[in-house]
């Protein structure tokens, strides 16, 4: 082309795909460049060398993905660019670097957009230049969701559902810059409560001290605990108690002897019912009962009204294998309330013994006090009107005396285990 007066050139639609290096150089008065509707899929500057005159250059519709920066050095005065309609996925340099230019289009482009601002320049440079372009209503931010899985090249709208095609996903970039904040790019506050990295090295580094702490504590806390079990037991072999003891020696207790299977506590104004339905079956089964209304209990009244405690029930209990609490609403009104018999029920419950509550089918849980309802639900507890009430108060109850005494103990009975620990072969007095 030899035309050096030629003002404006229109080479559109021609379904051109290259241009030859040098092809405009002999046009040094053109201002007006149309390459749109063609195939070009690059320019890379050397086809407009020394076209500086060019103000208006027009690609819309090609398939260009790319523009080198060449091009504003043989363009210093170019003021308009159409670029809408090509492939450009992200904002060419060119555009940045035009000092002069005044209008541009670059709507239809796959442009992608994240959060992060820094990734791709096409949205920090419309929102400063948006008035000169004429179509930023019309750019979108575009998002191949498919490729961006496959090349390991995500963004924040890669995990959104196409909405274009089987693997597109586009929004309108003025509605993402606009809303990104409060959508796509909440702003999650980083590190532990906000404090960023520097903070979270201090927090963990203090969370490190405090397990440290803990851990020296809890070994602590065990070896104290097995140092004073350890103490215990030389004490109890330096100090066996007196051949001597008798329940009158003051400060001196023999261990008691078990001479019954259970001991039975119910309310008096049950004891027709209780002796009939619960103590018959029991003895039918060569059970040895203690009741705390009779053996003995018979001469006392338990009310609530008496303060004393004295160690005839506590000896009565301690006699005994296993605790059966027929608990019924006259035994909570009654019964419980006396001080004698609470003291010596929750006595018992400390020696690890045996206790099976049995819970009247009218007494509802609530109804138990604290102390009271802290000894059921740590031993077993029956209903009365269960179907299997005597199926599972069997399987509760220990093992009879007379059945120990058969399997090779001695007549004592298991009390005279415990004696022959403390005293060997000999048997105190009292004992006997």
Not at 13 to 40: H, R, W
Not at 109 to 117: E, H, L, M, S, T
Not at 133 to 158: M, P
Request: charged letters at 20%; proline letters at 3%.
């Amino acid at each position: 082309m030899s035309r050096t007066r030629l003002i404006e050139l229109r080479i559109n639609a021609s379904g051109v795909k290259i241009i030859q290096p040098l092809t405009f150089n002999t046009l040094q008065s053109l201002k007006k460049l149309d390459l749109s509707g063609n195939e070009l899929t690059e320019l890379r500057g050397d086809e407009l060398f020394k076209t500086q005159r060019i103000e208006e250059l027009d690609l819309h519709d090609n398939n260009l993905y790319e523009l080198d920066s060449r091009n504003v050095e043989q363009l210093p005065n170019l003021q308009i660019l159409h670029l809408s309609g090509n492939g450009f996925d992200e904002l060419p340099e060119m555009i940045t670097m035009s000092q002069k230019l005044t209008e541009t289009t670059l709507s239809k482009n796959p442009f992608r957009c994240d959060c992060n601002w820094r990734r791709f320049r096409v949205q920090a440079w419309l929102i400063k230049n948006i008035e000169i372009v004429k179509d930023a209503n019309l750019i979108e931010c575009a998002e191949n969701v498919t490729k961006s899985f496959l090349t390991n090249d995500t963004t924040v709208l890669t995990s959104l559902v196409p909405n274009r095609s089987e693997h597109i996903f586009s929004i309108s970039m003025l509605d993402f810059i606009n809303q990104a904040n409060q959508t796509f790019c909440a702003v999650e506050v980083s590190g532990i409560f906000g404090g960023g990295p520097e903070r979270n090295i201090i927090l963990i580094i203090a969370s490190v001290i405090i397990v440290l702490l803990a851990l020296i504590g809890f070994v602590y806390i065990v070896l104290s605990f097995f140092r004073k079990g350890g103490n215990s037991k030389n004490r109890y072999k330096k100090a066996p108690p007196s051949l001597n003891c008798s329940t009158t020696t003051p400060g001196c207790s023999p261990l008691p002897l078990i001479q019954y299977d259970a001991f039975i506590s119910y309310s008096k104004a049950d004891e027709f019912t209780i002796l009939n339905n619960l103590c018959r079956p029991l003895e039918n089964e060569d059970f040895t009962l203690c009741l705390l209304h009779q053996d003995g209990g018979a001469k006392r009244t338990y009310t609530g009204n008496r303060h004393v405690i004295d160690d005839e029930l506590i000896h009565q209990l301690d006699a005994c294998q296993s605790l059966i609490m027929f608990v019924t609403k006259n035994f909570l009104e009654n019964e419980w309330s006396s001080l004698q018999i609470k003291t010596s029920h929750q006595l018992f419950a400390k020696s690890n013994k045996r206790i099976i509550g049995i819970l009247d089918e009218h007494v509802q849980a609530n109804e138990l006090d604290n102390e009271l309802g802290q000894i059921l639900r740590k031993n077993n507890c029956i209903r009365s009107n269960d179907a299997i009430f005597w199926k599972l108060l069997f399987a509760s109850m220990p093992q009879r005396l007379h059945l120990q005494n058969s399997s090779g103990s001695t007549m004592l009975g298991d009390g005279s285990d415990i004696y022959s620990e403390a005293y060997g072969s000999i048997v105190p007095s009292e004992v006997v």
